[in-house]
């Protein structure tokens, strides 16, 4: 593999890495710390009910910026791994599955135990004998389902006091005899109120990048 690589025409050699670069949003979305931030934070600017502030792509910007603090390790490590035998032999293959290899550690302390297994038996018949074992194929999907039902749970989390707040204000605007007036209009600046008293934005962000192990 590594010789037929290597006679390999240079441009086909560009093809495949460019094939190879056009995985990397797949997998910076998909198979990092990205996805609870992005589902948390949209989850939360609903709950607040401001529909376009702040903006998507701040929120956006602010998950690449945390998954960046979060990953760093992982991706300097990932460098460090994969380039040593690209540098000795040139194996594009062999520096791929070494570099990969702190991507799936991280994904496994994400995962959880049954949605591992399930992907486990769909892919092979054979139980692996050890984590080592088991393929980044089968470790992602189950990553990123562990990853939507951590983030809907943190979203859940956040998502009642303000709900309870919406109530409160519908039940009050009901006794006052106001039912054309939006619950949702006048409960918006008590929820900023509250929000920016007990400093959510650092509670909230201080709480998902601690949520990693």
């Given at each position: 593999?590594?010789?037929?690589?290597?006679?390999?025409?240079p441009?086909?050699?560009i093809?495949?890495?460019?094939?190879?670069f056009?995985?990397l949003?797949?997998?910076?979305?998909?198979?990092?710390?990205?996805?609870?931030y992005?589902?948390?934070?949209?989850?939360?600017?609903?709950?607040?009910g401001?529909?376009?502030i702040?903006?998507?792509?701040?929120?956006?910007?602010?998950?690449?910026?945390?998954t960046?603090?979060?990953?760093?390790?992982?991706?300097?490590q990932?460098?460090?791994?994969?380039?040593?035998?690209?540098?000795?032999?040139?194996?594009?293959p062999l520096?791929?599955?070494?570099?990969?290899?702190?991507?799936?550690e991280?994904?496994?302390?994400?995962?959880?135990?049954s949605?591992?297994?399930?992907?486990?038996?769909?892919?092979?018949k054979?139980?692996?004998?050890?984590?080592?074992?088991?393929?980044?194929f089968?470790?992602?999907?189950?990553y990123?389902?562990?990853?939507?039902?951590?983030?809907?749970?943190?979203?859940?989390?956040?998502?009642?006091?303000?709900?309870?707040?919406?109530?409160?204000i519908?039940?009050?605007?009901?006794?006052?005899?106001?039912?054309?007036?939006s619950?949702?209009?006048?409960?918006?600046p008590?929820?900023l109120?509250?929000?920016?008293?007990?400093?959510?934005?650092?509670?909230?962000?201080?709480?998902?990048?601690?949520?990693?192990?």
């Amino acid at each position: 593999m590594d010789s037929v690589l290597k006679d390999l025409n240079p441009i086909l050699q560009i093809l495949m890495v460019m094939s190879i670069f056009s995985f990397l949003p797949f997998m910076f979305v998909c198979m990092t710390s990205f996805m609870r931030y992005a589902i948390v934070f949209g989850f939360l600017k609903q709950a607040l009910g401001a529909q376009q502030i702040p903006p998507a792509i701040i929120l956006v910007g602010l998950s690449i910026i945390l998954t960046f603090y979060t990953m760093g390790p992982v991706f300097q490590q990932m460098y460090e791994v994969g380039s040593k035998p690209y540098q000795e032999n040139g194996s594009i293959p062999l520096a791929i599955a070494e570099g990969s290899k702190p991507l799936k550690e991280f994904m496994l302390k994400q995962t959880r135990e049954s949605d591992l297994a399930f992907f486990v038996q769909l892919a092979r018949k054979e139980a692996p004998e050890s984590v080592e074992d088991v393929t980044i194929f089968e470790v992602a999907p189950a990553y990123i389902l562990s990853e939507l039902k951590t983030a809907f749970e943190i979203s859940f989390i956040i998502f009642v006091p303000f709900i309870v707040l919406d109530l409160v204000i519908a039940n009050v605007l009901l006794a006052l005899g106001m039912f054309m007036l939006s619950p949702t209009i006048i409960s918006l600046p008590f929820k900023l109120l509250i929000f920016i008293a007990v400093d959510g934005w650092g509670l909230i962000v201080n709480g998902l990048v601690g949520s990693f192990n």
